[in-house]
């Protein structure tokens, strides 16, 4: 069936450093790619997304990249600060046959940005 | 982007009862969703909500403990029916945009414990 695999599980960077995140998807129909970030007690904020026609996208100190042909995309995050501590989940739509509008999550990273 | 409210924000039950959480967007909508995310774990969707009509559940949730209603396109209810402490949860309500049928936004949660 369809999934998302999301690496690694849990990631401690110091402030300034940069902060990446992996995720691999299995379906090859999926052709968009969300970034949420969920901070302790409140819903999943989106971040930042990519469609299958583009490579990367880049929102200030937020980048994400497809390879579409490896079927994985990452999250990078620059010159990080203490308000990026969250936990980071990626997702990619259903395939056609499911609801391109359903998504499927990955397992999530919790970042922890150390002062 | 939909902003999504969701009462209660928090609540404890007890075992045998039943909850009704409610989800208001700010905007007319296409698609409602509601998912389920149990303590450090990843999203895991219920059901579609659907309006005019019967949700359409996933694989593994069902109608009579999951009741939803759908009587607009800003308005769903959930209720979680018949609660046992595995029911102890977060449920989040989630909006696809009406200038996009592919982004869902996100309502806060609500944070239920069943003793």
């Known amino acids: 069936g369809e999934n998302v695999e999301q690496h690694p599980s849990t990631l401690s960077v110091q402030e300034g450093d940069s902060a990446v995140i992996k995720c691999t998807y299995s379906?090859?129909?999926?052709?968009?790619f969300p970034w949420y970030k969920q901070e302790l007690g409140k819903g999943p904020q989106l971040i930042i997304d990519?469609?299958?026609?583009?490579g990367e996208k880049k929102d200030q100190r937020i980048a994400v990249t497809l390879n579409k042909t490896a079927k994985h995309f990452s999250l990078h995050i620059t010159e990080t600060q203490p308000e990026d501590s969250a936990v980071y989940f990626c997702?990619?739509?259903?395939?056609?046959?499911?609801?391109?509008?359903?998504?499927?999550f990955g397992t999530g990273t919790r970042l922890k940005v150390l002062a | 982007s939909a902003v999504i409210s969701q009462k209660p924000s928090r609540d404890i039950c007890q075992r045998g009862t039943s909850l009704t959480i409610q989800c208001q967007v700010d905007s007319q909508v296409t698609m409602m969703f509601w998912y389920r995310q149990q303590p450090g774990q990843s999203l895991t969707l219920i059901a579609t909500?659907?309006?005019?009509?019967?949700?359409?559940?996933e694989s593994g949730f069902v109608i009579d403990k999951f009741p939803i209603s759908r009587p607009n396109l800003t308005f769903s209810t959930l209720t979680v029916s018949n609660m046992s402490p595995e029911d102890s949860s977060i449920y989040l309500c989630?909006?696809?945009?009406?200038?996009?049928?592919?982004?869902?936004?996100f309502g806060p949660g609500t944070r239920l414990t069943v003793l």
């Open positions: 379906d090859s129909a999926s052709n968009y």
């Open positions: 909500a659907n309006q005019g009509s019967e949700a359409t559940y």
């Open positions: 990519i469609r299958s026609n583009v």
């Open positions: 989630s909006a696809l945009s009406g200038l996009s049928t592919d982004t869902q936004y």
């Open positions: 997702a990619a739509n259903g395939a056609r046959t499911s609801g391109t509008y359903k998504y499927i």
